[in-house]
């Protein structure tokens, strides 16, 4: 079992950036995949980025591709989300979650969840 707290939203500008930031507790933190998930009102969680335990292998949304970038900090047992060129479609809560691997993007493959963070991007 990890614990995660996210970080980091708020309201931002069209075009403008957020860096998410996921801290976890447990010494098994830098053995689990971590992903980013988003939800926006009304519609169903979606998966964003993924990247495996060493940090070196990544998986993306097409949606974010080219734009989002996932990296860890197993010594600090964080994972962040750098969002650039925000676009109001990206507004949802974020979560991250911990899981087996990076390459699944079903929210119910993964076990462990935040409690989310705000990302409004106004148009």
């Known amino acids: 079992q990890v614990q995660l707290v996210e970080s980091g939203g708020g309201l931002v500008q069209a075009g403008g950036s957020l860096r998410l930031s996921c801290a976890g507790s447990?010494?098994?933190?830098?053995?689990?995949?971590m992903a980013w998930f988003r939800q926006a009102p009304g519609k169903e969680r979606e998966f964003v980025a993924a990247i495996n335990w060493t940090g070196r292998s990544t998986n993306y949304a097409d949606s974010v591709k080219g734009r989002f970038t996932i990296s860890r900090d197993n010594a600090k047992r964080t994972v962040y989300l750098q969002m650039n060129s925000l676009k109001p479609e990206d507004t949802a809560v974020y979560y991250c979650a911990a899981g087996a691997r990076y390459e699944l993007v079903a929210s119910h493959e993964y076990d462990n969840w935040g409690q989310g963070t705000q990302v409004t991007v106004s148009s």
């Open positions: 447990g010494r098994t933190f830098s053995s689990y995949t």
